[in-house]
């Protein structure tokens, strides 16, 4: 009789790194290099994204804050509504993030507790902003000279040189952040170099854990 092998027990207390970075940092690629390594990432901005399509009372709360057209026609997120309207009104801004973040917190917090591994990453582009690295054991910044981000999203995204400005104005500055970071790699000679700078930071966590 052969035996199986036993699934791994969840750990009690894994170990968790926040991943972070401006827009056109380069934080995905990234994450995607720490899972290629054998790491779960959990990625909360896609989780956002999908979160308010789910969970029916966080709907009801975009409603009441944003208005029915928060959703369009078919009951879904209308993001392209949601975007004008929070990008122009600040408080507004915040008090969406105040009723998304909660509900991504605690999907992610179910999660953690189902993992094996020793570390688990979090990649989310509101680290520093939201406190977020206070609950991690540490935190990874990627950054890039603005310029390159500026070309890596009007490229990616299709977008004009003043609507990417617009937006990085409104992110914390990168030098804010890397005083927050206990890692940092810079994302500005390409991808090989991007993937071993991970491997690094990944082998420093081993040796420091």
Not at 12 to 29: L, P, R, W
Request: aromatic share 10%.
């Amino acid at each position: 009789m052969i035996e199986e092998e036993a699934e791994p027990e969840p750990r009690e207390n894994a170990k968790i790194i926040g991943v972070t970075g401006g827009i056109g940092s380069g934080k995905s690629t990234v994450s995607k290099f720490i899972e290629e390594a054998g790491f779960p990432v959990y990625y909360s901005d896609v989780r956002a994204k999908t979160i308010v399509n789910d969970d029916a009372e966080l709907q009801e709360k975009i409603k009441k804050l944003l208005g029915e057209n928060a959703y369009d026609e078919n009951g879904f997120y209308n993001r392209r509504y949601v975007g004008e309207i929070i990008f122009k009104d600040e408080q507004l801004r915040l008090q969406l993030n105040a009723l998304i973040h909660p509900a991504v917190k605690i999907h992610f917090k179910n999660w953690v507790a189902e993992q094996t591994s020793e570390f688990v990453f979090k990649e989310t582009a509101l680290l520093f902003e939201l406190k977020l690295n206070e609950s991690c054991f540490k935190s990874l910044l990627i950054t890039a000279d603005d310029n390159a981000r500026l070309k890596r999203v009007m490229d990616r995204d299709q977008k004009t040189y003043r609507e990417v400005e617009a937006i990085m104005d409104k992110q914390m500055a990168e030098k804010e952040k890397i005083k927050y970071a206990d890692f940092v790699i810079y994302n500005n000679a390409g991808l090989d170099e991007l993937k071993r700078e991970t491997e690094k930071v990944l082998a420093n966590l081993k040796v420091i854990s």
